[in-house]
């Protein structure tokens, strides 16, 4: 079952504005990752946030936790066209992890 | 992609046939993973190994089998039971199989068309 839930499905924004993702669970966890998949291929990890984290960045991108809402979202800044791509959020189980459906994002020049 | 191959990138099965797909890494991780991604989906878990000589059923493991007689290879069958095989399978491994800590690297993926 899928765990971990985006929103929004899709998203199009111009280069250069910030895009946000959300991403839903139902379970308590142990961390909460993003990662992206351009199409096609497999996935590239982004960032992992722990529990007892809030907020973390990494570049461009920053991941914050609230697990009193089980949720977590994904900024990106300053987007690029090299940014369209799906991005997922995976939540770590008992030796393994559950995926939400993703969200599609493009970035137009 | 890291250190995981798969191959081959593009699969065509008759129908009634079994197919294997390859997954090898280089990473030196006792974890390994299947899933399988239908379009517009999220990755759904078809079975993991945490260590050589084991592994364990995912959640839509019906119409596959695995093995795990070597660390870094981890191929995966897909039978003439799974009904509707068609999809992009992706592999991936982890350092260790502990969640709590770890992340997954993943390969290129194959993707697979019944005829």
């Known amino acids: 079952s899928q765990q971990g839930e985006e929103d929004p499905q899709a998203l199009s924004i111009q280069e250069g504005e910030n895009a946000t993702m959300n991403c839903s669970y139902k379970t308590s966890i142990n961390n909460l990752q993003w990662y992206r998949q351009n199409s096609g291929r497999g996935l590239v990890h982004l960032i992992l946030?722990?529990?007892?984290?809030r907020e973390k960045h990494s570049g461009r991108l920053r991941v914050t936790l609230d697990t009193s809402k089980k949720s977590s979202s994904l900024l990106i800044t300053a987007s690029r066209a090299a940014d369209t791509a799906s991005y997922f959020c995976a939540t770590a189980g008992t030796y393994k992890y559950i995926f939400g459906t993703g969200t599609r994002l493009k970035v137009l020049a | 992609d890291g250190g995981i191959t798969q191959s081959p990138k593009y699969l065509f099965r008759k129908e009634g046939q079994n197919v294997t797909l390859s997954c090898e890494q280089n990473?030196?991780?006792?974890?390994m993973y299947w899933y399988r991604q239908d379009p517009g989906q999220g990755l759904r878990l078809i079975y993991y190994s945490q260590i050589v000589n084991d592994f364990q059923k995912g959640d839509i493991a019906e119409g596959y089998s695995v093995s795990r007689e070597k660390k870094e290879s981890f191929p995966l069958t897909v039978t003439s039971a799974q009904k509707n095989p068609t999809a992009f399978y992706l592999c991936a491994s982890s350092r260790l199989a502990d969640t709590r800590t770890d992340t997954q690297y993943f390969g290129p993926g194959t993707r697979l068309t019944v005829l």
């Open positions: 990473l030196n991780h006792d974890a």
């Open positions: 946030i722990r529990s007892n984290e």
